[in-house]
C-alpha cells in the first residue's frame, strides 16, 4: 500500500513565524503536490512538484514556497505565517507509469495561526 | 480550465435506501474522473475512477459511478446506503495532457440515518 505521512496532525503557529509542513512518500511517486482544504471551497491546489527541484505554482501560491531536495520528500513553507493560512493542509503523491493516475492522500496538518 | 461542480452541500439518506451524490464537470479534451471519501480528521481516500471504456464503474465498499458525457456528469451511486457511509465525498477532474494536478468540486457532506 502507498503511504503518505505528514509530519504534523496539528500544528499552531504565531503570526509572523516560519512554518514547515513536511510530506514524505514511500512509492517512488514522481508527483507530489500540496493543497489546503476550506469547506464550502474544496481542496485548493498550492504547489506541485513533477520531479526533484522541479516544482509549479497551482491555484493559490502566494504566500508559500515548496523545496523538493528529494523524490519522496515535499516541504511546504509559509514564509511568514498570517491568520488566512490558517486551514486543513494535505499532501498527496502520483505515479507515472502504468494507468493509476489517482493520488494518494496524507492524513493532513491543521494548522492554526493566531 | 477545468472545473468541478457539486451543486449539493449535504444529502440526507435513510440508511437501506438508494443514495446519488451529484458530480458535473467542465475540461476541454476527454477527462479523467474521480471521487474520494473522506472521514472525520482523515486525509482523502480514493473510492474510484473513470479514465476510458465502460461508462458505469464500480469502486470500493459497493460505491459505483455514472460517466454520462452528453450531460457532463458522473454522479457517485450506493444501491442501499450504510450509517457507515456519512462522511465527506469529492469529485475530481484532470485531463491525460496539460496540467498534472486534479481540480476538486467543494464537496458534498453524506449523512446516512439510521
Known amino acids: 500500500d502507498v503511504k503518505v505521512t505528514q509530519s504534523s496532525r496539528y500544528l499552531v503557529k504565531r503570526t509572523g513565524e516560519k512554518v514547515f509542513l513536511e510530506c514524505v512518500q514511500d512509492m517512488d511517486h514522481e508527483n507530489m503536490f500540496w493543497y489546503r482544504q476550506d469547506p464550502g471551497l474544496g481542496l485548493r491546489l498550492i504547489y506541485f512538484?513533477?520531479?526533484?527541484?522541479?516544482?509549479e505554482k497551482g491555484d493559490i501560491p502566494e504566500g508559500y514556497s515548496v523545496s523538493r531536495e528529494k523524490k519522496e520528500r515535499f516541504s511546504l513553507i509559509l514564509e511568514s505565517a498570517s491568520t488566512n493560512q490558517t486551514s486543513m493542509y494535505l499532501c498527496?503523491?502520483?505515479?507515472?507509469?502504468?494507468?493509476?493516475?489517482?493520488?494518494?492522500f496524507g492524513p493532513g496538518t491543521r494548522l492554526t495561526v493566531t | 480550465a477545468q472545473s468541478v461542480a457539486q451543486p449539493e452541500d449535504q444529502v440526507n439518506v435513510a440508511e437501506g435506501n438508494p443514495l446519488t451524490v451529484k458530480c458535473t464537470y467542465s475540461v476541454s479534451g476527454n477527462p479523467y474522473l474521480f471521487w474520494y471519501v473522506q472521514y472525520p480528521n482523515r486525509g482523502l481516500q480514493f473510492l474510484l475512477k473513470y479514465i476510458t471504456g465502460d461508462n458505469l464503474v464500480k469502486g470500493s465498499y459497493g460505491f459505483e459511478a455514472e460517466f454520462n458525457k452528453s450531460q457532463t456528469s458522473f454522479h457517485l451511486k450506493k444501491p442501499s446506503a450504510l450509517v457507515s457511509d456519512s462522511a465527506l465525498y469529492f469529485c475530481a477532474v484532470r485531463t491525460g495532457t496539460g496540467r498534472r494536478a486534479l481540480t476538486f468540486g467543494s464537496g458534498t457532506r453524506l449523512q446516512v440515518q439510521p
Open positions: 498527496a503523491s502520483r505515479g507515472t507509469s502504468g494507468y493509476s493516475y489517482e493520488q494518494y
Open positions: 512538484s513533477y520531479d526533484v527541484k522541479m516544482k
